[in-house]
């Protein structure tokens, strides 16, 4: 079958979002465990904890930390999980993924524009919602891995999806 450009283009750009966001919660989860609750794991390095936070910030989701403290740690977690300004953090990354379902609805299944328009979760602690936008984005995986045809829409969708992750573990 022919797919149009337009269409190529906005699979592609929806797997790089929903790597994107995923991995951009993943590193905000690891500061989140390590900032708040020290006996859930082992503390991390603080070089460490410095090169999650230039991750997040390269990725545009915050600005850079005055220091890397608890609280300043927090904030930078906070800002990329929450904040509704121009940055490019969670909420940013779902609006992007949620605009390209809204014009290529005819071509996903309906399981993932249900996930992709649920509201952002804003009760429990930023720990609970990481984990709820974790489980969100494992399932938009997970439907996108074993319930897509494997058309051409598919295949730019994954060719988006393993680019992004690429790109990030170059990064890492």
Known sequence: GTLP???????????????RG?????????????????????ALDHDTVGRMAGLVVAGGAAPHPDRLERP??????????????????IPAINRLARNIAGVSRHRLSADICRLLDAPHPAKGSMLDRCGSLQRRYAALSGLAAEH????????????????????????L
């Open 148 to 171: 897509m045809g494997r058309t051409a829409s598919w295949r730019f969708h994954d060719l988006g999806r393993r680019i992004e992750r690429g790109i990030l573990v170059a990064r």
């Open 72 to 89: 300043d740690l927090v904030e930078l977690a906070r800002t990329a999980l929450d904040a509704m300004d121009g940055w490019h953090n």
């Open 5 to 19: 450009s337009r269409v190529a283009d906005n699979f592609y750009w929806l797997g790089r979002y929903l790597e």
């Open 22 to 42: 995923e991995a951009l919660l993943t590193i905000v989860r690891v500061m989140l465990g390590n900032s708040i609750d020290a006996d859930a794991g082992a």
